[in-house]
Nanobody
Framework: QKQLVESGGGLVQPGGSLRLSCSPS????????IGWFRQAPGKEREGPLC????????YYADSVKGPFTISRDNAKDTVFLQMNSLKPEDTAVYYC????????????????WGQGTQVTVSS
């Protein structure tokens, strides 16, 4: 079964950092654009927070530009989300998604979604 698998979530204190990973199962990320989304408790899904295309060109929403960095390691077939200076309002389930073209991410129509990983920012 083809799917995306996220990892790296957890509990972190305000001001701390986390690095999330997004890896494929049953396919490869070659030629896919990857985006990160999040859904906070009681709120609608937000995103894409950031995106990276197959040429490793990156795009960021203003809300995360600076503290968040998206990258991909083609040798490991993995996309990362480095999150620094985390705030309590960053608490959410974070999802990665893969689509053939950035437009699939900006229109919320990717080919694959991950199951999500919980990030909790609290003292």
């Amino acid at each position: 079964q083809k799917q995306l698998v996220e990892s790296g979530g957890g509990l972190v204190q305000p001001g701390g950092s986390l690095r999330l990973s997004c890896s494929p199962s049953g396919f490869t990320l070659d030629y896919y654009s990857i985006g990160w989304f999040r859904q906070a408790p009681g709120k609608e899904r937000e995103g894409p927070l950031c995106m990276i295309n197959s040429d490793s060109i990156t795009y960021y929403a203003d809300s995360v530009k600076g503290p968040f960095t998206i990258s991909r390691d083609n040798a490991k077939d993995t996309v990362f989300l480095q999150m620094n200076s985390l705030k309590p309002e960053d608490t959410a389930v974070y999802y990665c998604a893969a689509g053939r073209g950035l437009v699939t991410l900006t229109t919320n129509t990717p080919e694959f979604w991950g199951q999500g990983t919980q990030v909790t920012v609290s003292s």
